[in-house]
Structures are given as C-alpha cells and as structure tokens.
C-alpha cells in the first residue's frame, strides 16, 4: 500500500496556502475588471460557446428536399445503439420507391451515451449527431425525443438536408 | 467446285410440287426404305458418317441409336427453327425442295419405328411454312403419308408447326417444351429426349439438311456418301455466305474444302474496295477466324475444332476491313441479350451485362479495364447453363477480344472507331 | 446403394439420389437457390455447382445423380470461384435495397456473400429496373427487381398448391416474377412461397415491416389451428409474437403450413388476452371485480366446490372441455373429477360440427382443434362418455350448481360460442377457463386467465394419432395458469379430499 507522508508541521500550517488562492483570485478578479474583453468566463445562457460541427451533441433527422425524412427505418442504428435508447415504428410508405419510413422514431435522450455509432451504422446518412447539446427539460417525457424534435426543431430551421443525391442513385440504380 | 448432292435439282422449275419432284426421282428413296429392315436403315446412316448438321455435328446414326428398345411411342421431329445470325440454308431448302425434306423424314421414321412427326418451323418462315404445308398435303394425297404407307404396313402422319420465333427454340430441349405448348425454354438433361422427349416419350430431333442428307443417302448408298469429304467428316455441307462478297447465297461443297477455293471460286470473291479481313466459319455463335487463319483453313468440323472454332450450321459471315469489330460484336450481344429465354442465371444477367460493356466500349464511355471486365464475364459464362446459348454468347467475346483486341483499346482509348466506316457503335454516342 | 466420397469423406446413398442431398446428409454445404427438397428440381440458378472427377465441366449437384465411385469436390479453389461468379451473375442487378428489405439478415444473398463472394463488385453498367412493392394477393407482396428467379414460388404454386397462380414472364433480364391476368394469389398456402423465397423478393404483408429478423427469437412448436397439428417455428421476442413459420416434419406437415395456421400467433398476444382474475360480484349488483390474485381466487373456487360436493351430492358440478388442451392437462382434472370431485358429469365440447370433417386435401382439416384425439382418448381411459348434446339436455335450468369450462384458446374456431354460452349459463354458475378475454363472458362467475399453447407444454396428440410435444418457449401472461396448475390449486384447497 503507497502511503502519502506529509511533513506533519507544514500540513498543520493552513494559513499559508488560503491566502496564496486568495492572492490568485484576487489577481485574476481585478485583470477580469480591467481587461473585460479579454474574459475567459462567457455569460451562459445568454452568451453560448460556439462547437465545431463535428461536436456529438444532440441528434438530427435529416430530410430530403421536400421536408420529409430521409430515413428509411432499417433500424440499424437501433442494432447498433449501446445504450438500447432507440425506438422505431417502421411502415408502409405509398411510394414504391420509398417503400419503408418511420412513423414513429424516438431517442431516450437520457439513456444516449452520445457514442455515435448511430451516425455510422445509418447507410443513407439520416442520423447525424449535432452541436447542440443543451439538453434541459422540465419533465421527464420530454427527454424522449420524437421526429418533430430530431428533425424539425427550431434550431435546424426547416431540417437539414444530406448531400448525397438520392435522385441520381436511384436513376443509376445503386 | 460445288459438287451439287442435295441442291442438284434446286434450279428445275417446279421441284417444290410433288410432280416436279418425283420426274427427277423423288420418293425412290422412300421405296427402298420401306422394303429395308429398320434396323437396317439405321446401319446404312450410320456408316455413311453422316454428322448432324443443325451446328452440333454429332453423328446422326449414332444419336438414332440411343433411343431405348421399347414399345413406347417415339416421335421425330425435324428442326426448322433456323435462328443462327448468318444461316439461312433449311429456308431454301425448304421453299425449293420441300419434299426431299418429307421424304427424308418418313423413311427416318420409319427406321425409328415413330408413327408421328412434326416439322418445327420459325415463325418468321411464312413462305416456306406453306409451301411445307401444301408439299404434306400433296404427300397425303400420293399415299406417302397417312396409313399403310406404299402398302407396306407403315403408318405416319406428319404436321407442321409454326413457331413464335424465338432463337432459344432451335435447341432441341427448347423446341420440344415449345412443341409441347409451354415456354420455349431449354430443359434439364439428363433425362435426354432420346428418353424423355416430347410428352416424355423417346424423342429424336433432326436438322433439316440433315433430314435430306438421309434421303440422298438412302438413294445412293453409304458408300456413294463417304466418297465425298473426309474419313471423320464425310459428305457435302450446304453452306449460306453473306459479307460483302460478290456473290452471297447458298453452296453445297464437300466437306474439307478449302476455304481460300470458297472465297474465290464459289463467293467470287470479296466485293470491289473490301478487304477480307475475318471469318465466322459457322453462325455467329462460332468464334472468329482472323483472314490469315482463315485462308489456311479447311471447312470441315475436324480443321475448324483445330482452329477453336466450329463448323456450326454453316452460316459462314464474311467480315471485311470496313467493318467494326466492336460494333460487330455489340450487335451480336444485343441478340444474344434479346434471346437469351432467361432461366438461368450466368446467361441471364451475363448477356445483358457482355451488351452494356460492348455498348459502352463503343461508345467510347469504359475504361480501358473494361475490356479485362468483359473477358472475365465471358469466360465465366461458358459451360455453366443448362443449354449452349451463354456459351453461344461469350464465345464471340472470347475469340474477338483475343484476335481484334486493338479495335476495342483504339474505342476506349480514342473514343472513335478504328476503321471509321460504319461503326453504329460510334455513332449512337 | 452406390458409394462416392465427398471432399474426401465416403458415403453410401440410394441410386437415384442426387449429389446435392448426398452432400446433406453429411452436412456438407452445397449452395443453392432454386433447388428446394419438397419441389421439383429446376436447375436454374447455377449456384451448386461441384466439380466430379473425370468430368471436364462443373456440373450441378441438384440434377446429378450420384454413381458408384464418384468423386465430388465442393469446395476447391475451381469450385468456389464458379460460385463467387454465379453469386455476381445473381447480384449484378439485384437492388440494394437490404436496409429497408424484410429479408435482410436472413437472406441467402447476404449469407453466400459472406461466404463465398467479399469480392468489390465489377459491374459498372446501369441496373435493369422492374416493379417494387407489387401486391400479389391478400397476403403477399412482390418486388421483382429482387427476385432472382429461382422458379421455387412457380414450382409451388404448380407442384404443390396446384393452384397455378404463379408464372414467370418476358425471357432474358426483362424476366418477371408475376401472377396471372385476374388470377391473385389468393390460396391459403400463399405463404409458403415467402418462405421458400431465398430472398426478399416475397414478402408477407402480415409481417412486412413490423420487425427486423435479427430482434426475433425462435422456438420450435407445434400450430394450434387445427387437428394437423403442423410443426412450426415461432418468431418473437419481448414485444409478442410476430410469425409462425414451417418447420420440416415429414410424417405431419412436410415442409409447409396453411395460412390460416400462421394466423394463431394472433390471440396469444397480450391485447387479446385475459390477464387477471375476473369474478362476478352479486353483492355489488354483478359488477366484475378484477384483479383478485390467482391463487386466492382458486382458493375460493376450491373451497365452493368442496362445499357443494357436500352439499349436493353428485349432481352438483359439471364439467365441459374443449379439444384446445394439452393431454397432460386432461389427465389432471380428469383426475380432479373423478378422484376428488366426484362428478360424472364429464362433456366434450364440439366446435363447428357442419364441417369439422371437411378437409382441403394438402394439410387444412375442419377439426379446428390440435388435441381432438388426445381428449377423447383421455376421456376413454377415465371412463367419461359425456357430449355437448348430452350436456344440453341435462342442462335445462339451473341443473348444475357450478360448470366448470376448459373453454377455447382460439374464440375464433367457435362461431357458434354466442348461443353456447347462453346455455352454459343456464346450465349453473360457470367457472370459465380460458387464455382470451371477451366482452360476452361477463356473466360468467369467475374467469381465470390459462396460458396459451406458447407458454405451457404438453402433448398434442393430431388426427393421425402422432403424439407430438409443444414446449414453453415464451411467457406472455406471467399470472395465467396451466390445466394442472389450476387442477393442483383446487385439489389442494378443496382439502385434498379423497
């Protein structure tokens, strides 16, 4: 067993290290008052820091040019979610070429480990995890998140489209 | 020379009716036949060598031998779906020689001991088809069909049957599901329809040419036959020649006859600014001669196997230096896409996938290792499919990529066509 | 019996019988799509291709048949790169459409991929399209760019359900799986056809989309529907049951199940289930009292019957069975009323009688029942003769102080329950047994929820007298009770009486 021996009569002496702290709070209080551009600390919630795109925040439904989703409910990122925090519906779709799409899909934003291993199991990039990652709610059924809010919040203005064409694939027939 | 067995008669006025055919001996052979025993008949065809001559070249007395020593009804049918690109002898054989044809098929009957026969004939055949028609009806009347055949206790009865024209029908399996009013598609074998044929019963199908070989033979004897050709390939072939010759037609030679003598003497050879540049000895399905191989070469089955090729049905394509290989074989793809009856798979989705390659590459649209794509296709669709039309497809491929290889870079790599002539290939990017 | 060895292994079959089913019975895989056991062989998809020694060309194991001292090679480099091609030739215009295809996961595409392609594809060209999402009938739903042809479906529609509704048209790749001109496929065996479909190509409707095959669990079963008494799988996992498919038995079903069979899941799911203790309550105007714990109400039933028993002597119970139980669980309550209650009053409850003897000629019999032979055989070794008209003519009125009811598991084989149940309750107070809830039961005194076929196990014995096993394979009601439960709990509260 490693032991930690402090020399006992400095241990003793508290006196010393407050008022080193003090002095480095002090320091910075008044560089803070004098300098405030130049401010570190930003004024959350008011203020926000920006991330970079590729941040795994919350998760984001993407859709096709007409507004719906892209999904195409082959449920493989629920195979692939560790934390089991998934739940699609899948269902018949009157497009032939569509065929299958999710009437219901949800995320237990509370169990989500924000791994991302939805974002690359997903083969038709419908999934993709944001920067936004302000996940406060009042109650406890508004952690689970459904396709108005993965897809339609406010913050994704409209939805977010994918680059990948999928016009052109299907007339290839890839 | 052209040594004129079968087509001898073919320029007398009236051959096709039954009284211009019997004034030069028709039906003599009949008359022998049926004081011959079978057994007998059977015996004669196959020592006078005679090889199938639809494509296949198998021995005709042979493959009347394999049917099985019962008291089963047999049926003959006589192969008149002649759908080979470049073939067109069993149509002239039947519009100006309708009852040498008849005449070969009962007494072939009547050595197989079968009561009833079908001549299976393309659909795209009308003329020939009635002309068939009214030559069976004429036969009926003459007593040469229909009971007590001559009064010798043999019955026949013989129909003909018009197909819907699918290329696919002219294999003997295909021809018999057609006859039987199903798809005409190619069935498994074995059983072999010298077992199970059409409505499962022993079955043996003839070429046309064939059928009239027999009555020559019946007429003159095996030994007269053998003196013609060689040891192995014996007899005259009725060959049909079109390309840009002088003269394109119809030609009996004997077997083993120099190509080179073929060309010059008989086609009168290549027409005024042409070039001989290849050959497809025997349909289109047969692999290509380049000139050089070819002119060396000898038109009988042993020389043309030596060569990689085929004899096939006699369908000999002369290919001149204004033609595109590419689009040559683009064209040839897009039948074999087209016929192919779509039961199994290597054919199936290779013949589509050998005429977009072919399409692209003369479009100038591929990649240069799409020429290596193309080969690997072919090659993986020979011998895989229940009949021969995959192998019928990649063999083109293979011969053409092997000895025209340069047409199809000079495509990719230039996107415009070699022999700048008319290359459709080109043309449709 | 000719022998030949495969992949170096010897083995002796029957002259006649074919490579492939050689290869089988040494577990030796051989790949295949067309070449199904229970149809004819077709030959097409090139797929099982093996080399024989002394033979210059592959040839297909499912057409070949075996000969004395044959050398089979199934797996050499020669073998397996004709495999991979034949794969590719399958692939080349097959869409990709395994994300939202019903098939994936348990496609044979994917599985010889996996096993003999892991090759980048080579083809470049433009993918030949056909129609998707095409209804061929009440139950099934075609996409022909997946299908690959394999002619199975054909073949069963031709061979076995000799409903012909199936054909394969054009020729080439612009060939097309579809139905004939006003001809659905509407036959009660139009399922097995998704089930023999190698691929996604058929897919059925019932089960289309409601879960991806790798969620699923399996157990091994038999089907309830009917006195057949078919082997099936059944597919579920903690959401309920979703598919009852075939299993190989030859002696019962052979490879295939009805329609009508694969539509028994339905009533063992929760929503059509009773799932508690309801008792009519005449204090409180005969409203329902639900959810009295199991054991307390079987208590209380076993302390009124042990009441009336001594009471009233031997008239005073009577009990009415459906053919929907297990025999073991006859034998328990059989025991119950003979050795304990005492009563004679024994009665067999027919279902249908117009057409319970009807039969469709392939495995759908009218007896909607899976143990009809068990009972009444069970019935016969305790000597109880009792029938339904038996049971109606003692039953005038009030007759019987209590009925107890092994009522049906499947409501919907009984189309004539309604008037049924009037004269049950006329007979006395019933105690009704059953795994399904229903609005009409509320007069009823007590109903006690039983477990269904997928939860207990036991024996069926079907028409043929073949005594089969079910297994417990899932819980779905946890409170519901067995016959034997039920028989044991009253046994042991009616005092054990002897």
Known sequence: MSVVKRPEGKANWYLPGILTGMMITIKHMIFNLTHRKQMITIQYPEERYPYSDRFKGNHILTVKKDGSLRCTACMLCATYCPAECISITAAEHDDPSVEKYPISYEIDILRCVFCGLCEEACPVDAIRMGPEHQTAA???????????????????????????????RHSRGL | MENRLLLKHYNEPGYHTLDGYVKFGGYTALKKALKMKPEDIITEVKNSGLRGRGGAGFSTGMKWSFLPNNNEPRYLLCNADEGEPGTFKDRYMMELAPHQ???????????????????????????????????IQEAYK??????????????????????????????????????????????????????????????????????????????????????????????????????????????????????????????????????????????????????????????????????????????VIIIDDKQCMVDLLNVLMHFYHHESCGQCTPCREGTGWLEKLTSSIGKGKSQLDDVATLDKVARHMMGTTICALSDAAALPVVSFLSKFKDEFEYHIREKRCKVKGNCHAQAHH | MPKLTIDGKPVEVAAGTSVIKAAQTLNIPIAHYCWHEGLSVAGACRMCMVEIEKNPKLQIACNTPVAEGMVVHTNNDKVKDAVKWALDFHLINHPLDCPICDQAGECKLQDYYMNYGLYSP??????????????????????????????????????????????????????????????????????????????????????????????????????????????????YNQNGVFRVRPRVNQEVNG????????????????????????????????????????????????????????????????????????????????????????????????NNEEDFDSFDGLLNRGDKNPNTKGLSDTMTKFGFKGTWEDFEKQATSKSFQYVVVAGP??????????????????????????????????????????????EKEGTFVNFKGIKQNIKAGMSIIPTSLSLQEFSKGVFESMGGMA
């Open chain 3, 409 to 454: 598991e499947d409501q919907s084989a009984y189309p004539d329950l309604e008037k049924k149940l009037e004269i049950l309750n006329k007979a006395g107070e019933v105690i009704w047994l059953s795994s399904c809830k229903n609005e009409k039961f509320k007069n009823f005194k007590w109903q006690i929820p039983m477990k269904s076929f997928l």
């Open chain 2, 101 to 135: 044809v008849i005449e070969g098929m009962i007494c072939s009957a009547f050595a197989i001991k079968s009561k009833k026969s079908y001549i299976y004939i393309r659909g795209e055949y009308y003329k020939p088809y009635k002309i068939v028609e009214k030559a």
């Open chain 1, 138 to 168: 009042i109650a406890g059924e508004n952690f689970i998140y459904d396709i108005n809010k993965l897809a339609y919040r406010s913050g994704l203005k409209g939805g977010v489209q994918s680059k990948v064409d999928d016009e052109e």
């Open chain 2, 142 to 315: 003459a007593g040469f069909l229909g009971k007590n055949i001559l009064g010798s206790g043999f019955d026949h009865d013989l129909d003909v049957y018009r197909g819907a024209g699918a290329y696919i029908v002219g294999e003997e399996t295909a021809l018999i599901s057609s006859l039987e009013g199903k798809k005409g598609q190619p069935k498994l074998k074995p059983p072999f329809p010298a077992v199970q044929g059409y409505l499962r019963k022993p079955t043996i199908v003839n070429n046309v040419e064939t059928l009239a070989a027999v009555t020559w033979i019946l007429n003159n004897g095996a030994a007269a036959y053998r003196k013609f050709g060689t040891e192995k390939s014996t007899g005259t072939k009725v060959y049909s020649v079109s390309g840009n010759i002088n003269k394109p037609g119809v030609y009996e030679v004997d077997l083993a006859y120099p190509f080179k003598d073929f060309l010059e003497n008989e086609c009168g050879g290549m027409k005024e600014g042409f070039k001989f540049k290849a050959l497809i000895p025997g349909g289109s399905s047969c692999p290509v001669l380049t000139a050089e191989e070819a002119l060396k070469s000898t038109l009988d089955y042993e020389n043309m196997a030596s060569l990689g090729t085929m004899l096939g049905s006699g369908g």
């Open chain 3, 122 to 235: 080579e083809m470049n060209q433009r993918k030949v399209k056909k129609s998707k999402a095409m209804s061929l009938g009440d139950r099934v739903v075609l996409d022909q760019e997946r299908c690959i042809l394999c002619s199975r479906c054909v073949r069963f529609t031709t061979e076995v359900s000799k409903t012909h509704e199936l054909g394969i048209f054009n020729r080439g790749d612009r060939c097309e799986l579809s139905t004939f001109e006003g001809r659905p496929l509407n036959n009660n065996y139009s399922l097995n056809t998704v089930d023999i479909c190698p691929v996604g190509a058929l897919t059925s409707k019932d089960f289309r989309f409601k879960q991806r095959v790798w969620f699923l669990k399996d157990f091994e079963t038999l089907c309830n529907g009917c006195s057949t008494g078919c082997n099936v799988t059944v597919s």
């Open chain 3, 255 to 350: 490879f295939w199940m009805c329609d009508e069979g694969r539509d028994i899941y339905k009533h063992t799911n929760k929503e059509f289930r009773l799932d508690q203790v309801i008792e009519r309550n005449d204090q409180v105007g005969g409203a329902a009292v639900k959810g009295k714990p199991v054991a307390l109400a079987i208590q209380e039933i076993g302390k009124s019957l042990s009441a009336t028993v001594k009471k009233g002597g031997l008239e005073s119970i009577a009990l009415v069975v459906t053919a929907q139980y297990t025999v073991e669980e006859y034998e328990a309550l059989f025991e119950l009323f003979k050795n304990t209650v005492k009563s004679p009053h024994v009665y067999y409850w027919k």
